[in-house]
């Protein structure tokens, strides 16, 4: 609190000094109080020089995704056990897959900066320009059957889904299986790569992409009909370290509900946050091309889709789309 | 036909010369025929010295598998489109791997003499001295959800028990999941490796070992109680081409089905082959250790375990041994 009113005060002179004593009379707190603020502030990422004669002056914010304050902000947490932060990786999933191969522990997270080629679902690319979004990957070993694996697909859209909305306030909703959108327009990318021996799940790699401060520049035009921002929605700059941390606390929290209890919460939660139920759509799946409406999920994760027959078919995979006019 | 008589007549007269014109009065065709015969059993890996003057004779059989040798024994077959035949390998499960990753079609089998460091379940190692056995990887993609993954390696134990059974006449039994067992020792391993991504799976490698001609002084002395081999139970040579060609022809029969089918038709055919069943057997799964006995699979591919309350429970992944005394 007294942390983000200096900080308020910093910026109100940017460059300038604003004396040790200005700050301490404002916050009421004593130059030391202050003195051990500033030290924390530092700690976070904020960049502050101090001159015993002149007082401190802003010289940057923690535009940068650090450690320190990474850390800070997951103060109380335990699914992390390592954090890996990379300038520019080809692809997150890449990184952590080559990690896990050699034995990488559950938790170990990769964050970079920037992505060359970064992955979406089906093998498409993700637009993931150098600092304005959340491009991070989490090495998984669930103790789950194989067959339980997609599950893990639905509780991450409910993580960040969770996440997203408590950092901007926005009205997000799941597009089944888990993509996150805002009006219609993507937000974020989740992709799961899983690897089994048999029915054994040996790890998983939940990939997350956020575009957080992305704006309408960054996008091809002819993106700018389907995906946005946070920064383009919201209208301000959001830190990332807030959606990398809000993001790991939400998915700590329901893999350990879903690890205790199952995937019975975590399907009503899904229900709960879907744009998809109960709109007719189209879906191509591997066994064909139908109309149906989704009403929910069962118990193994499959999306249940009454067909205009009325019988109602669980649906594993498949591509969306409107209805065809008429249909 | 022809060419089996005439490899008869050159073995019953091992490493002498036959002459052309016997071969021809005891075959009833001209010695352009024969001459046409032979070469015929050249391309299919048989070591034939000819000489104008004193006729032919049989050096060698073909005991290296060769391309020939194999793709003569698939004809008819439409699933394998490449075969890579390698001498030594560290394990033809990452060969197959790297392939599937560059985009190897279904179909891609690879086959090694040799392995230096075969896997097999658990990250155990799998004896593989050279030539004596069958090491082979076969990437599939089928266009089946991640969730039904588990079916698959059902399948394969069951495709390759029927396989060894026709070659060999021996009884072999399936143990839950996809061991084979001769006499309660194992005879084969099978390792399905799958990659997928959120629910879609993105390819399957079908990892299969089979100690074919392993000599009992091939195992570690530890290994004799539990591991044994076609050519020990058998007391013969077993051709691997032989062991390579039914495997890939019954699986070919059974992934058909499946598909079209479904898993119903492989659930009947694995309850039938398992010797796993309807006996008292201890269980530690990752959700504890319990006593019980497997009575049958599920539609999903779980084993379904009576316990001694009368409750029966879907077992997706666990270890078995046998009862405790008195348990």
């Not at 300038?16 to 130059?31: D, F, H, K, N």
């Not at 938790?107 to 993700?126: E, M, P």
């Not at 959606?243 to 929290?253: D, M, P, Q, S, T």
Request: net charge neutral; hydrophobic share 40%.
């Amino acid at each position: 609190m007294n942390n983000n009113r200096i900080i308020e005060l910093l910026e109100e002179q940017p460059r300038q000094y604003v004396s040790g004593e200005a700050l301490s009379r404002e916050l009421q707190i004593s130059r030391t109080a202050i003195w051990k603020q500033i030290k924390k502030l530092e700690s976070q990422g904020f960049e502050i020089e101090a001159s015993r004669r002149l007082g401190y002056r802003l010289m940057s914010k923690p535009s940068q995704l650090t450690l320190p304050v990474l850390l800070k902000k997951l103060e109380g947490t335990a699914l992390v056990r390592s954090i890996k932060l990379l300038d520019t990786v080809d692809s997150t999933q890449n990184v952590a897959q080559r990690l896990a191969e050699e034995g990488a522990p559950e938790g170990t997270l990769i964050i970079a900066d920037h992505q060359t080629s970064g992955r979406g679902r089906h093998g498409r690319s993700w637009v993931s320009p150098a600092g304005k979004g959340v491009w991070m990957s989490l090495v998984l070993r669930p103790g789950i059957p194989l067959q339980f694996a997609p599950q893990l697909t639905l509780l991450a859209a409910v993580a960040l889904c969770r996440a997203l909305k408590s950092v901007t306030s926005l009205e997000i909703g799941i597009k089944w299986p888990n993509d996150l959108l805002i009006g219609g327009k993507k937000i974020s990318g989740i992709l799961l790569e899983s690897t089994a021996e048999d029915e054994r799940l040996r790890y998983v790699i939940a990939g997350i992409g956020v575009s957080v401060n992305l704006e309408r520049g960054d996008y091809p035009p002819e993106l700018l009909d389907v995906a946005t921002s946070l920064l383009i929605e919201s209208g301000g700059q959001i830190e990332r370290s807030d959606v990398v941390a809000a993001f790991i606390r939400e998915f700590e929290h329901l893999y350990a509900l879903y690890q205790q209890e199952g995937f019975g919460p975590i399907r009503t939660l899904w229900e709960a946050l879907s744009v998809t139920l109960h709109k007719l759509t189209r879906l191509y799946s591997p066994a064909g091309e139908f109309e149906g409406t989704p009403i929910g999920l069962d118990e193994r994760g499959a999306l249940l889709v009454k067909k205009s027959d009325g019988s109602i078919v669980p649906v594993f995979s498949a591509e969306m789309s409107a209805p065809k006019a008429g249909g």
